[in-house]
T-cell receptor
Framework: AQKVTQAQTEISVVEKEDVTLDCVYETRDTTYYLFWYKQPPSGELVFLIRRNSFDEQNEISGRYSWNFQKSTSSFNFTITASQVVDSAVYFCALSESPYSGNTPLVFGKGTRLSVIA | DGGITQSPKYLFRKEGQNVTLSCEQNLNHDAMYWYRQDPGQGLRLIYYSQIVNDFQKGDIAEGYSVSREKKESFPLTVTSAQKNPTAFYLC???????????FGQGTRLTVV
């Protein structure tokens, strides 16, 4: 069975601090996909990144960076120089191999990030 | 613009009533999903559909029903059998396996 664990329920940081959101996953598949979504107060989930299991290269997009490590089954998300607009709930998710069809994404319980000015 | 539209944004239901939440997408996605979000619980899967006229139960399907008569539409009915329906409901769609899911803006259902 697939499982995603986000151990940090809530995090508060002061603006301009760096913050890392942890994500640990479990799956028996050798091919799978990992995702991060942001949920602002409006409620809609906004897609941030997708990573497939064969690509362990870290990715950076502006102030955002992601560290994927298969050896520890982790896909952590770092925000550098946090801003108040980063305040949201962040979800990590896992999807099985595309050869299994359009199976649903499995989500972690989310981490609520509060950035204080 | 392409996207997913959920309606209504807010819905109030009296105990014992059935209500239907609408979800429409114009992204030409085959798969559609319904999730329920409660505080501290993350997103839990209610039902999903990979093709028209076919759907599968998710982890918390009891008290809910769905239909998929058209590719674009995947309505969710919350029946009176659902003991605790007050929650935020999110609809999503996906083009194919391995790709990201796109979400609607959600419907907040409150039982009064």
């Amino acid at each position: 069975a697939q499982k995603v664990t986000q151990a940090q329920t809530e995090i508060s940081v002061v603006e301009k601090e760096d913050v890392t959101l942890d994500c640990v996953y479990e799956t028996r598949d050798t091919t799978y996909y990992l995702f991060w979504y942001k949920q602002p107060p409006s409620g809609e989930l906004v897609f941030l990144i997708r990573r497939n299991s064969f690509d362990e290269q870290n990715e950076i997009s502006g102030r955002y960076s992601w560290n994927f490590q298969k050896s520890t089954s982790s896909f952590n998300f770092t925000i550098t120089a946090s801003q108040v607009v980063d305040s949201a709930v962040y979800f990590c998710a896992l999807s099985e191999s595309p050869y299994s069809g359009n199976t649903p994404l499995v989500f972690g319980k989310g981490t609520r990030l509060s950035v204080i000015a | 613009d392409g996207g997913i539209t959920q309606s209504p944004k807010y819905l109030f239901r009296k105990e014992g009533q059935n209500v239907t939440l609408s979800c429409e997408q114009n992204l030409n996605h085959d798969a559609m999903y319904w999730y329920r979000q409660d505080p501290g619980q993350g997103l839990r899967l209610i039902y999903y559909s990979q093709i028209v006229n076919d759907f599968q139960k998710g982890d918390i399907a009891e008290g809910y029903s769905v239909s998929r008569e058209k590719k674009e539409s995947f309505p969710l009915t919350v029946t009176s059998a659902q003991k605790n329906p007050t929650a935020f409901y999110l609809c999503a769609s996906k083009l194919k396996g391995g790709t990201e899911a796109f979400f609607g803006q959600g419907t907040r259902l409150t039982v009064v």
